[in-house]
């Protein structure tokens, strides 16, 4: 069976920034509650004219790039995201024309904060299966479309951005690919979700007005169950891999709150200095956490060939997911 490793990432991230300043202006809000509660100093918002899918696009490119890859090359596009462009096409369509992948399939995948694990999760299979070779793994969200500026409670904690990951299989000695986890517990729905626009509550003047076309969360529901649940997925991945926390070289995990992942890290035990968070300058991107979190590690010197890497989400759903991958790029 053959391995699969990650051979390169891409991100992209919007120009314009929403600081905590600038919502203090939108909202009863403060700086040093959003600092205090969450973590977040910023957000990147993407323009109006640019959708999910251009996002996607810029986050793509950037990895085909980085590997020298023509994109006529690309086999599987998997975009993960809860904003595409339309129900329908998917997001992946848009996006395989655009790269000009002219031999690739692709699928959008939802899952919310944990879309981008479980689009790893499937890419790693498609790979260990001896299916496909080179896979295209997206995470695009294109939040601020979907949050409500008249909510303090949600619309301080989103941002826009994309990042992509490329998989293929591993060569001699490496190793890439090790262990994933991922559940599903739709009891969660009530507490974290977009009431309308699907086929339960159409579009009309009624959802408009009700402003039920946004997020709506209860957090502290959310909150307490993703402590739980990243902590529990990840310490039975640990468990049944037989490895001890300082064995982790990397913990990148889903960024929606400072606080979760500061809380997981300290029950797993994981020295700090291993941990990457990165919400203060991003926020939560939903699909696009994880590869922003790997890209600012390898950046940071902290994310190289070798390394043990602890990947874990938990979101909307509820939906939670862990992978464990040794990373295989210089
Ligand atoms: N500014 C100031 N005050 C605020 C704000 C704000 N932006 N938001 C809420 N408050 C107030 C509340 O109204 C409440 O006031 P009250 O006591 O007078 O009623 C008080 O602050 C405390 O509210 P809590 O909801 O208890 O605050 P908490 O500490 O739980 O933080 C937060 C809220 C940040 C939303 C937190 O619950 C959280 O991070 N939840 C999880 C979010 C998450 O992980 N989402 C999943 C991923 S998203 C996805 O999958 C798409």
């Known amino acids: 069976m053959p391995g699969a490793k990650i051979t390169a990432v891409g991100c992209y991230v919007p120009e314009r920034?929403?600081?905590?300043?600038?919502?203090?202006?939108?909202?009863?809000?403060?700086?040093?509650?959003?600092?205090e509660r969450t973590g977040i100093r910023k957000r990147h918002i993407a323009d109006p004219s640019m959708a999910t899918s251009d996002m996607a696009v810029e986050a793509a490119r950037e990895a085909l790039l980085a590997r020298g890859m023509d994109p006529a090359d690309v086999e599987v596009i998997i975009v993960?995201?809860?904003?595409?462009?339309?129900?329908?096409?998917?997001?992946a369509c848009l996006v395989q024309d655009r790269?000009?992948?002219?031999?690739?399939?692709?699928?959008?995948?939802i899952a919310a904060c944990s879309g981008f694990v479980y689009g790893l999760t499937t890419a790693a299979h498609f790979i260990r299966a001896g299916a496909y070779?080179?896979?295209?793994?997206i995470g695009a969200d294109t939040m601020s479309r979907i949050v409500?500026?008249?909510?303090?409670?949600?619309?301080?904690?989103?941002?826009?951005?994309?990042?992509?990951?490329?998989?293929?299989?591993?060569?001699?000695?490496?190793?890439?690919?090790?262990?994933?986890?991922?559940?599903?517990?739709?009891?969660?729905?009530?507490?974290?979700n977009m009431p309308a626009g699907g086929?339960?509550?159409?579009?009309?003047?009624?959802?408009?007005?009700?402003?039920?076309?946004?997020?709506?969360?209860?957090?502290?529901?959310?909150?307490?169950?993703?402590?739980?649940?990243?902590?529990?997925?990840?310490?039975?991945?640990?468990?049944?891999?037989?490895?001890?926390p300082e064995d982790i070289g990397v913990f990148l995990p889903h960024q929606a709150n400072k606080r979760i992942i500061t809380a997981v890290a300290?029950?797993?035990?994981?020295?700090?200095?291993?941990?990457?968070?990165?919400?203060?300058?991003?926020?939560?991107t939903t699909a696009a956490t994880i590869p922003l979190a790997a890209r600012d590690a390898m950046r940071a010197g902290k994310l190289r060939r070798g390394t043990l890497t602890l990947i874990a989400a938990v979101g909307a759903?509820?939906?939670?997911?862990?992978?464990?991958?040794?990373?295989?790029?210089d």
């Open 148 to 192: 409500n500026y008249r909510d303090r409670t949600t619309c301080v904690l989103f941002g826009d951005a994309a990042g992509a990951f490329l998989v293929e299989p591993t060569e001699e000695g490496e190793v890439g690919f090790i262990d994933s986890y991922n559940i599903i517990d739709g009891s969660g729905a009530p507490y974290l």
């Open 17 to 35: 920034i929403l600081t905590n300043q600038d919502l203090e202006r939108m909202v009863d809000t403060s700086d040093a509650w959003i600092v």
């Open 99 to 109: 790269l000009g992948c002219r031999h690739a399939w692709g699928f959008d995948l």
């Open 80 to 91: 993960c995201t809860v904003t595409p462009d339309m129900m329908f096409p998917s997001t």
């Open 266 to 284: 300290s029950r797993l035990g994981l020295p700090e200095d291993r941990v990457i968070i990165n919400i203060d300058e991003y926020g939560n």
């Open 199 to 244: 086929s339960r509550m159409p579009p009309s003047h009624e959802t408009v007005e009700k402003g039920l076309h946004y997020v709506h969360q209860d957090g502290q529901q959310v909150f307490k169950y993703a402590v739980r649940t990243m902590y529990e997925t990840c310490q039975l991945v640990l468990d049944r891999n037989s490895l001890r």
């Open 317 to 329: 759903g509820y939906t939670a997911g862990v992978n464990l991958w040794r990373w295989e790029i």
């Open 133 to 137: 070779r080179r896979i295209l793994v």
